[in-house]
């Protein structure tokens, strides 16, 4: 099996900023997306960013310039840089990622952290 382990919520004020970590263990042969994905009360899920094995980027319209996502690929790590924080920044985040394992390389699983909560609020 396959593991997410968020860190790095919490409650920070307007314009301030918070760094998301989460690494990926287990039984892994390559993770060909990394990413975050938040979800407000009452909303629908939604793509934060996500970052490719050879390091290309995707951000969600509303993240562009204040958030920054980062991979490790040796230790399996993304992290998630956030900048300038809004209060509507504020939901929980879950981490995901688009894993080969190594039982069956040629197949792709997703898998999800548990999330972590981020408010911005003063």
């Known amino acids: 099996q396959v593991q997410l382990v968020e860190s790095g919520g919490g409650l920070v004020q307007p314009g301030g900023s918070l760094r998301l970590s989460c690494a990926a263990s287990?039984?892994?042969?390559?993770?060909?997306?990394m990413g975050w994905y938040r979800q407000a009360p009452g909303k629908q899920r939604e793509l934060v960013a996500a970052i490719t094995s050879g390091g290309s980027t995707s951000y969600a319209d509303s993240v562009k310039g204040r958030f920054t996502l980062s991979r490790d690929n040796a230790k399996n790590l993304v992290y998630l840089e956030m900048n300038s924080l809004k209060p509507e920044d504020t939901a929980v985040y879950y981490c995901?990622?688009?894993?080969?394992?190594?039982?069956?390389?040629?197949?792709?699983?997703?898998?999800w952290g548990r999330g972590t909560q981020v408010t911005v609020s003063s």
């Open positions: 287990g039984s892994i042969f390559s993770i060909d997306v």
């Open positions: 995901n990622a688009v894993v080969r394992r190594f039982v069956d390389s040629v197949k792709t699983y997703t898998y």
